[in-house]
């Protein structure tokens, strides 16, 4: 490897370091992903939702890689985005590991007529289907049509809301 090479791969490291170390501490909303795929239902954690259009009614979220529940979910007609709040930090954490428990009747999940996994007491639950898939990286970036939204029981207001930093599901304290 030539010393123009081996500079340009330091720099690289050195910016993808960096990179994660910025976003590391910057809060990020917290969202659970699921679909009814042929292998049973699937879903991810993801702190990458954020809205994009109100008419049509779109959001958009990135997965970083594209086999397992994060493949079954970018080949699946629809999904649901739930919303979570602090109350979900449990089931947030479960599907953020590979082995976690994972739909189970203790974490209140139901289905909606259209086959998808809803969990009942999500804030909201944004089922939606993939307008555009487009490679970044080793990530896929979707940007997904909202078709209807479930609301939960809770009062939203009354909500303590989670973000994701550092690391961990973290409980704001005082309510925005």
């Not at 910016?15 to 699921?34: C, D, E, M, N, S």
Request: charge should be negative; avoid cysteine; aromatic fraction near 6%.
């Amino acid at each position: 490897m030539s010393q123009t090479t081996s500079l340009a791969a330091d720099l690289a490291t050195d910016l993808a370091t960096q990179f994660k170390a910025a976003f590391r501490y910057h809060p990020a909303g917290v969202a659970l992903i699921t679909a009814a795929t042929p292998e049973g239902p699937v879903g991810l954690t993801a702190s990458s939702v954020a809205s994009v259009a109100v008419d049509p009614a779109a959001l958009v979220f990135s997965v970083t890689r594209t086999t397992g529940s994060a493949g079954l979910i970018l080949a699946a007609d629809t999904f649901l985005v739930h919303l979570l709040d602090a109350d979900h930090a449990g089931v947030a954490q479960e599907f953020a590991v590979s082995g976690g428990e994972r739909f189970t009747p203790e974490q209140g999940w139901g289905a909606l007529p259209t086959g998808e996994p809803h969990l009942r007491s999500a804030r909201s639950a944004l089922r939606a289907r993939t307008l555009q898939q487009i490679p970044v990286g080793d990530s896929m970036l979707v940007v997904a049509e909202v078709l209807e939204i479930h609301t939960g029981s809770a009062d939203p207001a009354a909500s303590a809301p989670m973000v994701y930093r550092d690391r961990a599901f973290t409980r704001l304290g005082e309510r925005l």
